[in-house]
């Protein structure tokens, strides 16, 4: 069991820029990979973007050129630059953690995009 828990939600203007973190209680390492995912009202839970033990990142077309994931290893945290923040980014941002097929989520963090 890992425990996840995700922060730097909040309140920002169309254009604004967020850094959320996602704090693992272990190793990054020992996932398959660390994901960012969102859930909007109304909408099921999407994939943002996620990052691999490899290395390898993959992003929805949606936040491409305007996310960026990334890791520090030493803190076991995971974390999701966001830039040219827009309404439609609006949602509870969760952090996943997957192995073998499973995922361990974390609580998740509000981002309200709004001027």
């Known amino acids: 069991q890992v425990q996840l828990v995700e922060s730097g939600g909040g309140l920002v203007q169309p254009g604004g820029s967020l850094r959320l973190s996602c704090a693992a209680s272990?190793?990054?390492?020992?996932?398959?990979?660390m994901g960012w995912y969102r859930q909007a009202p109304g909408k099921e839970r999407e994939l943002v973007a996620d990052i691999t033990s490899g290395g390898l990142i993959r992003y929805s077309d949606s936040v491409k050129d305007r996310f960026t994931i990334s890791r520090d290893i030493a803190k076991n945290t995971v974390y999701l630059h966001m830039n040219s923040l827009k309404p439609e980014d609006t949602a509870v941002y969760y952090c996943?953690?997957?192995?073998?097929?499973?995922?361990?989520w974390g609580q998740g963090t509000q981002v309200t995009v709004s001027s």
């Open positions: 272990r190793s990054i390492f020992s996932f398959d990979a």
């Open positions: 996943r953690a997957g192995r073998n097929g499973y995922g361990s």
